[in-house]
């Protein structure tokens, strides 16, 4: 089972980034997907979800409007593409595999800053 996150980096305020997180060694389209970040001396949050065959999202109240989780079967990759970026958006952030057992990605930074 592997997870692997891509896309972020350094970015200024207003900014956007799509993160990509390509899956491998289970059956993808079965699994709810879910999005969190860890921001400096903060625990990790959840950010957004996406059933196994996409048709419901969630989203962090705050956050939605602004990221936007969706996911391609076909590929097994889940993204999170996230508009006007702000500094307290900066962390580290994580893909998760959810069905009877939960699998994490490596995670993946992303700063915000001027």
């Known amino acids: 089972v592997q997870l692997v996150e891509s896309g972020g980096g350094l970015v200024q305020p207003g900014g956007s980034l799509r993160l990509s997180c390509a899956a491998s060694?289970?059956?993808?389209?079965?699994?709810?997907m879910r999005w969190y970040r860890r921001a400096p001396g903060k625990e990790r949050e959840l950010v957004a979800a996406?059933?196994?065959?996409?048709?419901?999202?969630y989203y962090v109240g705050s956050l939605k409007g602004r990221f936007t989780i969706s996911r391609d079967n076909a590929k097994n990759t889940v993204y999170l593409q996230m508009n006007s970026l702000k500094p307290e958006d900066t962390a580290v952030y994580y893909c998760?595999?959810?069905?009877?057992?939960?699998?994490w990605g490596q995670g993946t930074q992303v700063t915000v800053s001027s």
């Open positions: 060694g289970f059956t993808f389209s079965s699994y709810v």
């Open positions: 998760y595999a959810l069905l009877h057992y939960g699998y």
């Open positions: 996406i059933t196994s065959a996409g048709g419901t999202t």
